[in-house]
């Protein structure tokens, strides 16, 4: 446990641990007395000991126990009620454990995965989230209800002491999960009422929290289907509320299976007290009950509906157009993308017919309503957190994807962490060709703790090294002024082994979204993948805010679609007499430093993802403007605080990198 409370993986602080367990069992065993433990000691063993805990933490050891290992809980507590008993048992155990790390097979330690690829704070927000899932995968078949929630706890507590039990547990319910397991690994913060409690706790308080249910537009194809149900949170005086006329369209991640979102209240009532906006969030239908495009439609015909009545299904006024923002995160961040480019879409089919392309919504009209001949207004703004944007689970990135990956890491406001992510995908300039990490040169434990160099005489060999044969420009059938990029894995298949969001989970989320009778064309549906988008359609996409984890298996798919829109747009100018004076050209994307998927879910504990949450709604505030009832943030200061939050590198590192970066585009020179 010491490592993960590290922050760090480390076969050495394993260790560690069992070497520090074990001298001190010694120590009490050969200096204590006789017949009498200290008294804090004395009263822990004499409460391990008694009758009901030897019952209670003998069948946690049956439940828990998923290997031979299993069960250690239960090595340190016996039947006996001798005075060393607890602490017997320990020393009986480490020193086992001892004698098999110093076998001679084990001086050679096997090196691990994990050990620098994530931030410490994010790994101990991941080990956390890995003790509860285990615990909850293991009493969820208990009933009744009320105990299932008290031993969901119980266990949790088990496998933080043990987290590598809790990781062997989760590794095996996710090879073959079930619709049941996704729901109650994600859904545990709002389905378990202790959980549930302590969140609210930490949570600003609201003045109004409740659940409508708004009706499909009475001009869509779609008006006798069942309303949509809305979660409407709102953190100012109920008398302002029906004069609002700028509010938040949230749409709720959870892989499109789960997470309703009462499970994502940590963020939403940050958003709400933080901005003063009215915040929506749609409880969308979820697979495998109800397949794509269920999903789609539903959040889309919630934001015709909201347009087509000026937010009066929502308990506004309704006579002032309402501005709204849409916010997405995972699976919420592919369907706000996906909402955009339906409506630009429909606007796009409507200029091209000529029927009625001229018209537009306006407030003069009270009987307007949205419908096919009519032109839909665009969201103010979009903001992406980790959104999933390619349902294409291919292995290699396209030459094209990563020259986009190299323009976002030179004109990104955070290039340094960009520049990290790409040299995270030149493969061969590690040792291991599944390393996503620098490997060549790594210090031991003793010359990090004594701030010496790494030892550059045990400096590794990296592949590109070993390499003894260069194709020529003839062979390779390319002009010798390409610039051809190296050979490079998508995201998905770099972070293979991610403590979030893992291949087998991938998989089933994607069977479970597509359904049985679904077979879309994954090069052309933007609808399902917004990442294959027209550039057409791109050009026209309102202000997009972008936000993603730098060891995120969907972090491809933030930069790439980010990098796809400034093209389009960039090229859209060039064609105009007026071109854009924005640089970025309205998309802003921020990559956080050593972190992966789903941190809004660790608000309570991940001081990083608190800070991220602050932005995002700094964001929505500079979507929909501030006005004079709300604190004003100015845009530099916002900026710098999210550049604060995403990488904090310095300039000679940075320099370097740029280095190696630059390797992946190389030109190819005669032969």
């Not at 006789?34 to 933490?57: D, H, M, Q, V, W």
């Not at 956390?128 to 899932?133: K, N, Q, R, S």
């Not at 919630?302 to 009066?312: A, D, F, H, L």
């Amino acid at each position: 446990m010491l490592d993960h409370l590290a922050g760090r993986p480390s076969a050495n602080w394993k260790r560690t641990q069992i070497i520090i367990t074990l001298c001190t069992s010694l120590f009490l065993l050969l200096n204590g007395k006789r017949y009498k433990l200290p008294k804090t000691l004395g009263l822990e063993n004499r409460a391990l000991t008694s009758e009901c805990l030897i019952f209670l933490f003998s069948h946690i050891r049956t439940i828990c126990a998923m290997e031979n290992r299993a069960g250690h809980l239960a090595n340190v507590i016996h039947y006996t009620k001798r005075p060393y008993s607890t602490w017997y048992r320990w020393y009986r155990y480490s020193f086992s454990c001892i004698l098999v790390l110093l076998r001679p097979d084990s001086f050679s330690v096997a090196p691990e995965p994990l050990a620098r690829l994530y931030k410490r704070s994010y790994f101990r927000g991941t080990w956390i989230l890995t003790a509860l899932d285990a615990g909850f995968f293991t009493a969820m078949g208990i009933k009744p209800s009320w105990l299932r929630h008290i031993l969901s706890i119980v266990f949790s507590a088990y496998y933080l002491v043990f987290a590598d039990d809790a990781e062997e547990k989760s590794r095996k319910v996710r090879a073959t999960i079930t619709v049941e397991h996704m729901r109650t690994s994600w859904e545990k913060g709002a389905s378990n009422p202790i959980l549930s409690f302590v969140s609210s706790l930490l949570r600003p308080k609201l003045s109004m929290k409740k659940v409508i249910q708004v009706a499909r537009p009475a001009s869509s194809e779609r008006a006798s289907l069942p309303p949509v149900q809305l979660h409407l949170y709102y953190a100012g005086s109920l008398d302002s509320l029906e004069d609002q006329t700028s509010l938040i369209l949230h749409f709720p991640g959870g892989g499109f299976v789960s997470m309703p979102p009462p499970c994502h209240e940590d963020a939403i009532s940050q958003w709400a007290a933080q901005t003063g906006y009215l915040i929506c969030s749609v409880n969308y239908g979820k697979s495998p009950e109800y397949p794509y495009p269920w999903a789609m439609e539903e959040c889309y015909d919630t934001y015709i509906s909201i347009v087509e009545s000026k937010g009066k299904v929502l308990g506004l006024r309704g006579d002032k157009e309402v501005t709204i923002a849409f916010i997405g995160d995972s699976a919420g961040g592919n369907l706000a993308a996906g909402v955009t480019l339906k409506i630009l879409a429909h606007n796009q089919q409507l200029q091209t017919s000529s029927v009625n392309s001229s018209f537009v919504m306006t407030s003069d009209d009270p009987s307007a309503s949205v419908h096919e001949n009519q032109v839909i207004p665009l969201p103010a703004g979009v903001i992406t957190v980790y959104p999933c944007l390619n349902f294409d689970l291919s292995c290699w990135m396209a030459p094209s994807q990563i020259s986009l990956m190299r323009a976002e890491s030179n004109a990104s406001l955070n290039a340094t962490t960009m520049s990290h992510l790409l040299e995270s995908k030149d493969h061969m300039r590690h040792q291991s060709p599944l390393s996503v990490e620098p490997d060549l040169e790594r210090r031991s434990l003793w010359r990090r703790a004594l701030g010496l160099e790494a030892n550059h005489a045990k400096r590794g060999t990296s592949l590109e090294e070993r390499i003894k044969y260069m194709p020529t420009r003839d062979s390779l059938d390319v002009s010798s002024a390409t610039l051809v990029p190296r050979l490079a894995m998508t995201s998905r298949m770099s972070f293979f082994n991610d403590r979030i969001i893992t291949p087998d989970l991938m998989r089933a989320m994607a069977i479970l979204y597509l359904g049985p009778h679904s077979y879309p064309d994954f090069d052309t549906d933007y609808l399902l993948s917004p990442i294959v988008a027209p550039s057409t359609l791109l050009s026209q996409f309102p202000k997009l805010y972008m936000m993603c984890g730098e060891k995120d298996p969907f972090v491809d798919d933030t930069v790439i679609f980010a990098g796809r829109i400034r093209q389009a747009k960039r090229n859209n100018s060039h064609k105009r007499t007026h071109h854009d004076e924005d640089p970025d050209h309205g998309v802003t994307v921020r990559i956080m430093e050593g972190m992966s998927h789903a941190f809004l879910q660790m608000i309570p504990f991940l001081p990083d993802a608190d800070k991220a949450t602050k932005a995002i709604g700094r964001w929505a505030q500079q979507i929909l403007g501030s006005d004079a009832t709300r604190p004003h943030m100015s845009k530099s200061r916002s900026l710098s605080n999210v550049s604060d939050i995403a990488t904090n590198e310095k300039d000679m590192i940075y320099r370097r990198r740029r280095g190696l970066v630059d390797g992946l585009f190389v030109g190819v020179g005669s032969g």
